[in-house]
């Protein structure tokens, strides 16, 4: 079946512009996660939404990032006037369901260029 | 907080050499561990995980066991092949008061394997 799927799969993006990314998760899983890859800082969690509960956002690294999910389903990544250290890989990945007992599957990513 | 630490890359070995890549972990409670494993151009794939002090992990021909005692989980494999050049990141994944599932990771470890 398909996979977790990310969009765009490259941005290049102006200093202090805002951008939004996108992440189709597997069909029927509960669980959805958002990470960041990047060099200085390697793969750090940011959010974490669990059907309806109220998501986890102990890991969004300042309050110009917010996610939503949306019907339980796609999940947005808002990055507003964005900073070259925002440059890095954002990953989705989506789980059947919270904690630790299911795997969680990754999507490819999404390279955000902040210039 | 929790933490994982591995050990600097690259690492660069001949076919069929062994491998043995260190991860020791810092966390409160009692953490699941995992191996993912990402291939040149692709998303992140879970490899192994243990989830209780003992356990061993397997997948693929890599080994991992759980050491509560020198908190470690080191990865092996007996015999490397040309395909399992990739980047290796070990995490962990602690219940807390949450359950969320949530990685934390180490830095990555870039294999190379020459034929």
């Known amino acids: 079946g398909a996979g977790v799927s990310q969009s765009p799969s490259n941005k290049v993006t102006e200093k202090g512009k805002d951008v939004e990314l996108r992440c189709d998760p597997i069909?029927?899983?509960?669980?959805l996660y958002w990470y960041r890859q990047s060099l200085g800082q390697g793969l750090e969690f940011l959010i974490y939404?669990?059907?309806?509960?109220?998501?986890?956002k102990s890991g969004l690294p300042s309050d110009r990032f917010s996610a939503e999910r949306t019907g339980g389903s796609v999940s947005t990544l808002t990055i507003q006037r964005t900073q070259q250290e925002d440059s890095a890989v954002y990953l989705c990945?989506?789980?059947?369901?919270?904690?630790?007992?299911?795997?969680?599957?990754f999507g490819p990513g999404t390279r955000l260029t902040v210039t | 907080g929790d933490s994982v630490t591995q050990m600097e890359g690259p690492v660069t070995l001949s076919e069929e050499a062994f491998l043995t890549i260190n991860c020791t972990y810092t966390?409160?409670?009692?953490?699941?561990l995992f191996w993912y494993v990402q291939y040149p151009g692709e998303g992140l794939q879970l490899l192994l995980k243990?989830?209780?002090?003992?356990d061993k992990g397997s997948n693929k021909g890599f080994e991992a066991t759980y050491r509560k005692e020198t908190t470690s989980f080191h990865l092996e494999k007996g015999s490397v092949q040309v395909s399992d050049s990739a980047v290796y990141f070990c995490?962990?994944?602690?219940?807390?008061?949450?359950?969320?599932?949530?990685?934390?990771f180490g830095q990555g470890t870039t294999l190379q394997v020459k034929p």
């Open positions: 069909s029927g899983h509960t669980a």
């Open positions: 243990a989830t209780k002090a003992d």
């Open positions: 990945a989506s789980s059947y369901s919270g904690g630790i007992s299911y795997e969680q599957y």
């Open positions: 939404f669990q059907g309806n509960s109220a998501p986890d």
């Open positions: 995490a962990l994944s602690d219940l807390g008061s949450s359950n969320t599932g949530k990685l934390i």
């Open positions: 966390a409160t409670g009692y953490p699941s």
